[in-house]
């Protein structure tokens, strides 16, 4: 279950609860029977795996690495054979 920070508007009194995502909101303060607001906070997002940085698509030399390897094989270029000298 998420825990949720509250703030009295009138008393300033703050204190986190435990609630259910199905419990309603709390509207007033249990010290004053102010008026409550509930405080929003940043959350923590852990990314966990390869994939997620710059860093896990390069080696260590600092080169690209590619993410899927060629399906076929790229052709080499056709060279005209050099010419052989008629003795």
């Known amino acids: 279950m998420p825990t949720y920070a509250y703030a009295c508007k009138d008393c300033g ?9 199905s419990d309603s909101t709390l509207t007033s ?3 004053c029977e102010g008026t409550l607001r509930k405080k929003f906070n940043s959350v923590g997002v852990v990314f966990k795996g390869s994939g ?3 860093t896990d698509s390069r ?9 899927a390897p060629a399906s076929t094989p790229a052709a080499a270029p056709a060279t005209p054979a050099p010419a052989a000298a008629a003795s």
């Open 13 to 21: 009194h703050a204190f986190d609860i435990v609630q259910s995502f």
């Open 29 to 31: 303060c249990p010290e």
């Open 52 to 54: 997620f940085y710059r």
């Open 59 to 67: 080696d260590a030399k600092g080169n690209t690495v590619s993410a």
